[in-house]
């Protein structure tokens, strides 16, 4: 699918000119072009409104570009059926989205089955997962998502988009809303499990050391423009003035706890 | 004699007009239903239809009872049959509280459960009958329990075009100035809205999705 020529690392998302403006004419994001190689961790780092969000919305083709064009696996998105397309692309939201009325275990396995799985396979790929994500299956797999704690959703969110084993996984301020020591255990374990999954990865957040601690290159928004794509080294080193601004108030938190 | 003596002798006779009432509103559940539900997930797909679709629904519960029975009538297969009358104009009134609930339970769905099951490929159909349906199915049955006890009362007026019912000994009893007469339509009428909105409210609460 993808062309040889383009080297050891092979481009699995791609954005060309892309540009992404409401019906009312408000424009959320314009020109912006950026690749993803196989099995990296792109984090899309800005504020609130700088259209991180829609780029990710475009590459599992839940909002189409108005302008440009977004490849994956070097195929438009409007030229995938977006069914395929979303099976292939597993997708973990904030506040989960887990299914209020489905236990853990059918949450898990809702894209097995979507598939066609045969059960004895789906039943086995969930007791898998949920290990996987630090969930041990005896005591979670009946259980409803009202149930669960919100560091135990997230991980259920997880093991649901990594269910049919999609190459690609999109995250969208997955731990946003975890208290911060819950945050931090489940940012470590995910890195742990990123290194041996080996997926390419997208993840928004607005959160400075999140983008330091997960990324192997960190997308800088800003007012729906890519400012600049660097490697988290780059990142804390760039004389950007925006990227600059998120480093130096990562700083002013170092000198507020040595001061203390 | 006294409304017991009354009822007792009688048993056989108010027994068969409950039960020729509760086929009445029965059937016009089924067919609210049937026709309520989709409508209702029409008008939450497809906010351009939902003023055509809840205005006639809004019109149909203003015309008076009678009056629409009247207006009916000399429709050709519907005015045939005295039931099949009945509960044509029955569901007609039937319709609105099932119709509304729908859209509002669709729409009350939270959105992020919506954006993952498309983000997670399921298609439209699958997102309605997996998602939205099962997690608004208390909502609908809040509209089809207000639409039953609604029927319920309304359903006495059928026995104005003959088609039975309890109507039949309130219509009688007007006619004979007997209270008891109107007493054997009314009770039992007002006992089966209540038992009718006792067990729906309680299948109700089973349904609630959990928060």
Redesign the interface.
Known sequence: MSDATSGRLETIIEFRNVGYRLPDGNELLHGVSFMVPRGETLVLLGRSGAGKTTALKLINRLTEPSGGEVLIEGRRTTDWDPIALRRRVGYVIQETGLFPHYTVEQNVSLVPRLEGWPTGRIRSRARELLALVGLDPAQFLERYPHELSGGQRQRVGVARALAADPPILLMDEPFGALDPLTRMEIRREFVALQERLGKTIVIVTHDTSEALLLGTRIALFEAGALRGIYSPREFLLSSEPVASAYVSQLHTLEEFERGK | MSLTDFFSRHANEILQATLEHVWLVGATMLLAIAIGVPLGVLVARRPWLSRPILGSANIAETIPSLALLGFLLPVPWLGDRADRLAITALTLYALLPIIRNTAAGIAGV?P????????????QR?ILFH?EL??SLSTVLAGVRVATVLTIGIATIAAAVGAGGLGEFIFRGLAMVNNQLILAGAIPAAALALGADFLLSVLERRLR???
């Open positions: 939270d992020a459960v919506r954006e993952a099951a498309r983000g997670m490929g399921m298609t699958q998602v099962p997690l999705p959990a928060r």
